[in-house]
């Protein structure tokens, strides 16, 4: 006997575009209408939107699962510098368990989910001949598949040339179903070894078809320029389109005549870019003085030659950031503060690195509010995605494959205040 279909009718939403009393149609879990005042099919379940922005969901583009919730282990970052991160997690490899893992990554998926966060690529440390932690994750990707999509990179988080074994593990991972090669360029001992990484990485990611994703950069360097091999290796080997340098938060720095050369470079190679808010703005800058250093990637220079960018939420309570929640409307707020991106396209753009460009990045398929795409979305107390930015706003519902799968009552405070409204809600009323 074949199953009943599933449907959901979304009444009166604002989408992104600016389109106001829109209804979505989700039937079988993906949607099939999207338009003004459609017929309510028999046996539909009905979510009124009242107004409220129905957004795709947010995707990070940039993230190490394997080592969130892990803050305090074995004990704080004194320094609050990339290098003691790094240094703490590798003290904190040799005590970790499976289960311990896959109990902090499914505990952050709940997080992720509530906050309407359903895509997330992860790097996923190979520099453990155990591999330890790529097997938990690949788990966790199992077991959350129905509610999230969970993108894993092989990442030799102690430098594939640098690390003895780090290549053999590296491509044992991607054996076991890890989905992206990545790299780490600037930690290698030398420039000339980056290099090398960069090259030897982006030819098996060619010879597999796969995706690459590289920590590049990530420094207060404006020397370390290992993007600019990134680039040339992706034209050498045709991978236009399926390479993301992340971080590159040495291009803060850069001689800006250099810079006007390497972005056109960028561009013609078609690279992805994404840029960590949050954690930029807390490890950069550290050796400084002052003035100190942003430390976050040229955002709007990037953005306006037609790069996609995205922003990643790269750490929560983790050896590198102590604070977090899944929240990516946090990560674009500090994008747009960081980045002075504050014209009505550029705070717009905030948005889209968190939703639509992010899931570029990542590759997503059937992401969207047109009909044929699936079915998932997120409710926002919010008119439009800036003042979604503004408030963080509340995720009213959360909505994967057509199911609401989360839901939150809305925010406002209580007045008692004589000739003023009960009620406020923050909203602009616009």
């Excluded at 040339?161 to 054996?175: C, E, F, K, W, Y």
Aim: include cysteine; aromatic fraction near 4%.
């Amino acid at each position: 006997m074949r199953e009943r279909m599933t449907m959901l009718l979304i009444r009166n939403a604002t989408l992104p575009d600016g389109r106001t009393g829109v209804d979505l149609l989700a039937r079988d879990g993906a949607f099939e209408a999207v338009a003004p005042n459609l017929p309510q099919p028999e046996g539909a379940q009905v979510l009124d939107a009242q107004g409220w922005l129905v957004s795709p969901p947010f995707v990070d583009a940039h993230f190490h699962m394997d080592a969130t919730l892990s803050y305090g282990l074995p004990r704080v970052n004194a320094s609050g510098t990339l290098l003691e991160g790094i240094a703490l997690w590798g003290e904190l490899k040799p005590q970790l368990t499976q289960e311990a893992i896959v109990e902090r990554a499914l505990r952050y998926c709940d997080w992720a989910v509530a906050k309407g966060l359903l895509a997330i690529r992860s790097h996923v440390d190979v520099c453990d001949e155990r591999l330890l932690a790529v097997e938990a994750l690949l788990h966790v990707k199992r077991q959350v598949a129905p509610y999230l999509d969970l993108q894993l990179v092989a990442f030799p988080q102690d430098g594939v040339l640098r690390s003895p074994g780090a290549l053999d593990n590296l491509i044992r991972a991607l054996d076991l179903g890890v989905d992206v090669v990545g790299g780490i360029p600037h930690f290698e001992r030398t420039m000339g070894e980056g290099a090398r990484s960069v090259r030897l990485l982006c030819e098996l990611a060619a010879e597999r078809g796969l995706r690459v994703d590289m920590h590049c950069d990530e420094t207060d360097d404006p020397l370390s320029r290992h993007v600019e091999t990134l680039a040339f290796e992706t034209q050498r080997l045709g991978l236009q389109g399926r390479v993301t340098g992340s971080h590159l938060t040495s291009m803060h720095s850069m001689d800006n005549y250099y810079v006007s050369k390497l972005i056109p470079l960028m561009a013609e190679a078609r690279l992805s870019v994404v840029a960590n808010p949050l954690i930029n703005i807390t490890l950069q800058g550290r050796h400084d003085s002052y003035p100190r250093r942003r430390g976050m990637t040229r955002v709007p220079e990037l953005m306006a030659a037609g790069l996609t960018v995205a922003f990643g939420h790269d750490c929560v309570m983790d050896p590198w950031y102590g604070l977090g929640s899944g929240d990516m409307l946090e990560v674009a707020a500090m994008g747009l503060h960081v980045g002075q991106l504050t014209s009505t396209t550029q705070m717009r753009g905030c948005f889209d690195a968190v939703t639509t460009n992010a899931a570029r990045v990542v590759g997503l398929e059937r992401y969207g509010l047109e009909p044929g795409c699936r079915a998932d979305c997120v409710l926002l107390q919010a008119r439009s995605p800036v003042e979604a930015i503004r408030l963080r706003a509340q995720r009213l519902a959360v909505v994967r494959a057509g199911r609401v799968i989360a839901h939150a009552p809305p925010a406002t405070a209580q007045l008692a205040l004589a000739g003023r409204p009960p009620q406020v809600d923050f909203t602009s009323g616009h």
